[in-house]
């Protein structure tokens, strides 16, 4: 049996597992992988080069690198390599209506999250700060719009108290990538036939911005420590400490939900196990942390070398 023609197009560190995936299964044939240009940074603006480019050349696979998926060069391209299917995880442009045809097949999307919910940039951090109890990963046949399109397939993960978002982006990383090689042969054998989102029960998973991590003290802990997670390791959980009429920047790492109350912001014990902390609706107890330049570290290390004043409050 002819292997099926696949390009693959994906940029960020979670297509690596699919492509991978791909690469391996003698059902498939890699004619070309497309990922974002190398971009400059640092400080000394050096180029640095996406986590697929470099998987890519690993794998000695023909690589494409367009400034803009749009352009009539790269169009072009695409239709000498005839793909029977091209498939897109993280790419990190939006695809016309051009390129979504091209394909007999069409195009196909690993997506991080059981569709219609959390469309949109940033699905794993938001179900867990929304405390959802399950996520999981869905295979769906791109249309225009943003993540609406038919739905293939999906496989369900709980989401643990131990998860953060990049332990969750590992799991989910690994599920998609198997439900994608398990899903590709019955559908374009016809086995597996493409299902229209609900509208019921959509929503919008928004980019994350450092602003995100800001810890809002008057929120219910278990909110807290939801966001927490969510945003660990990036942008991380931040807050400040008035010490000697100056603000101290805190990075929280991990803490726990504790029953103990006290007003929101306010430090109400501090011993070996870590800070307890007042919230909008019962409290936080700090384990892990990090001054501005510091290193990160569990409460007790963090205390012998910092001092927590009497009446010390953090900003909400």
């Not at 931040?238 to 103990?260: D, H, M």
């Not at 942390?289 to 007790?300: D, H, K, N």
């Amino acid at each position: 049996m002819t292997p099926l023609r696949i390009i693959f197009m994906g940029t960020a560190e979670i297509s690596c597992v699919s492509l991978e995936k791909l690469a391996a299964n003698k059902s498939f044939s890699v004619g070309a992988v497309v990922t974002q240009p190398d971009k400059p940074k640092g400080r000394e603006l050096k180029l640095t080069l996406s986590p697929v480019k470099i998987l890519a050349e690993k794998l000695n696979l023909p690589l494409l690198q367009p400034l803009k998926a749009r352009s009539e060069e790269f169009l072009a391209r695409l239709r000498e390599l005839k793909p029977d299917l091209m498939v897109v995880v993280a790419y990190g442009q939006l695809l016309p209506a051009t390129i979504l045809e091209l394909p007999s097949h069409g195009c196909l999307n690993v997506h991080t999250s059981l569709l219609p919910k959390y469309r949109g940039a940033a699905p794993i951090q938001w179900a867990i700060a929304n405390g959802e109890p399950e996520t999981g990963v869905t295979i769906m046949k791109m249309d225009a719009g943003l993540d609406t399109g038919p739905i293939l397939s999906t496989r369900r993960t709980p989401i643990l108290a131990s998860d953060d978002s990049q332990t969750l982006h590992d799991r989910l990383a690994q599920l998609g990538a198997e439900l994608l090689v398990d899903t590709i042969p019955d559908y374009v054998i016809g086995k597996i036939l493409p299902r229209p989102q609900s509208a019921e029960g959509s929503c919008y998973a928004a980019k994350i911005v450092k602003e995100d991590g800001k810890i809002n003290w008057s929120q219910p802990a278990v909110q807290i420590w939801n966001r927490l997670r969510a945003f660990t390791p990036w942008p991380g959980s931040f807050t400040f400490l008035a010490v000697e009429s100056k603000s101290q920047l805190l990075k929280i790492w991990k803490a726990e939900v504790v029953e103990r109350s006290g007003p929101a912001g306010e430090i109400l014990s501090v011993d070996k196990t870590g800070i307890v902390v007042g919230c909008g609706q019962g409290a936080l107890r700090i384990l892990e942390l990090q001054r501005e330049g510091g290193r990160r570290l569990a409460a007790e290390p963090f205390l012998a070398g910092f001092s927590v004043p009497d009446g010390a409050k953090f900003a909400s």
